[in-house]
């Protein structure tokens, strides 16, 4: 193709555009990083192999095509895998464990000042929003720092 084309870019040199916005979308998510779930650095190859791919026929519809029937490829066969593999599973790790457990009152909790509970092995100091003697069983709700907030067990009322 010896003229220039309906976008009046030479048909020759069309391919480097698909290239070259392919490479601007791989570095676009290294900028954002991995918030994206790689789906620019996906983006940005389908657009580089749709234009090395159709580089010798010189044609920019044939890029297009290409470009586009990756892209769908990847948006409905291969996205589901990515963001599988990149996610990161939410475990409770350390202090997490605690909420939700049961543990018993050392010394009186009172709204405003704290006291200490017992759960499982350990002594921690807790809070909470009512008054709370000592030997009630109580469940943990939250951790703030180093303390437990607390609120009376079913059993205790």
């Not at 996906?42 to 791919?53: K, M, R, V, Y």
Request: some cysteine; glycine content about 12%.
């Amino acid at each position: 193709m010896n003229g220039f084309a309906v976008t009046g870019f030479a048909d020759t040199w069309l391919w480097l555009i698909f290239v070259g916005a392919g490479l601007i979308l791989v570095l676009l998510e290294l900028i954002a990083g991995i918030d994206t779930g790689l789906d620019l650095v996906f983006t940005g190859s389908a657009f580089i192999l749709g234009g090395l791919i159709t580089w010798p026929f010189h044609l920019w519809v044939l890029s297009l095509v290409v470009t586009i029937v990756i892209c769908i490829a990847y948006l409905f066969i291969g996205r589901r895998y990515v963001h599988r593999w990149t996610s990161v599973q939410a475990e409770k790790t350390n202090i997490d464990t605690i909420i939700g457990r049961k543990g018993i009152v050392l010394e009186n909790i009172a709204p405003g000042a704290d006291g200490r509970i017992k759960v499982g092995n350990e002594n921690w100091k807790a809070s909470g929003d009512d008054d709370i003697p000592a030997g009630t069983e109580v469940i943990v709700r939250s951790v703030s720092g180093a303390t437990l907030l607390v609120e009376k067990s079913e059993r205790s009322n």
